[in-house]
């Protein structure tokens, strides 16, 4: 599953609205985002992704680097390509960060939605992945979105845990309790 830890990531846009919970207005809000990462966290999303926008270099393309241990996938396989979408919806995600607004103003959120994202393959092997999160934030942390947008936040993403690893946690958390 796609996610990331301390990574530089670009709020474009917040925007805040109500949902309707049954017959409660309930704070909504999407966060628009973009990250530049190696082009492997293709992989969290699906095999095929990186080999259809990467490609190794051809001699003379790039020089050799060091501990390059992931295929030498580097180079553009069609320059032309215009940013793929990919309409997968992922459910369950959690983020934090530092807001910045003060020392200690950490933002922590759970059960987020993942969608619209849209891959961008950059030479040299980067891929810029952008994405909304949708989610129910308290009024506060509404407030610190909206004066987030455009702004760049180190991120930490985490996907949400299969039932497996759930039971493995907990099975842990009783061992060392």
């Given at each position: 599953m796609f996610e990331f830890k301390n990574q530089i990531v670009e709020i474009t846009n917040y925007v805040t609205r109500q949902e309707i919970h049954g017959d409660k207005f309930v704070l909504a809000g999407t966060a628009k985002c973009k990250t530049i990462l190696h082009n492997s966290a293709l992989e969290g999303f699906s095999h095929k992704i990186r080999p259809m926008l990467f490609r190794s270099a051809k001699s003379g393309e790039q020089?050799?680097?060091?501990?390059?241990?992931?295929?030498?996938?580097?180079?553009?396989?069609?320059?032309?390509?215009?940013?793929?979408?990919?309409?997968?919806?992922?459910?369950?995600?959690?983020?934090?960060?530092?807001?910045?607004?003060?020392?200690?103003?950490?933002?922590?959120?759970?059960?987020?939605?993942?969608?619209?994202?849209?891959?961008?393959?950059?030479?040299?092997?980067?891929?810029?992945?952008?994405?909304?999160?949708?989610?129910?934030?308290?009024?506060?942390?509404?407030?610190?979105?909206?004066?987030?947008?455009?702004?760049?936040?180190?991120?930490t993403l985490i996907a949400p845990k299969s039932t497996a690893q759930h039971a493995e946690a907990d099975a842990q958390a009783e061992i060392e309790a």
């Open positions: 020089p050799e680097l060091p501990l390059n241990d992931d295929g030498g996938l580097v180079e553009l396989q069609m320059p032309e390509l215009a940013p793929l979408k990919w309409s997968g919806k992922y459910p369950g995600y959690s983020m934090a960060f530092d807001s910045g607004i003060s020392v200690d103003d950490r933002i922590e959120l759970r059960a987020i939605e993942l969608c619209d994202f849209i891959f961008e393959a950059l030479p040299g092997g980067s891929v810029a992945i952008y994405f909304n999160a949708n989610f129910n934030p308290g009024w506060m942390d509404a407030g610190k979105f909206c004066w987030l947008a455009k702004k760049e936040v180190e991120m």
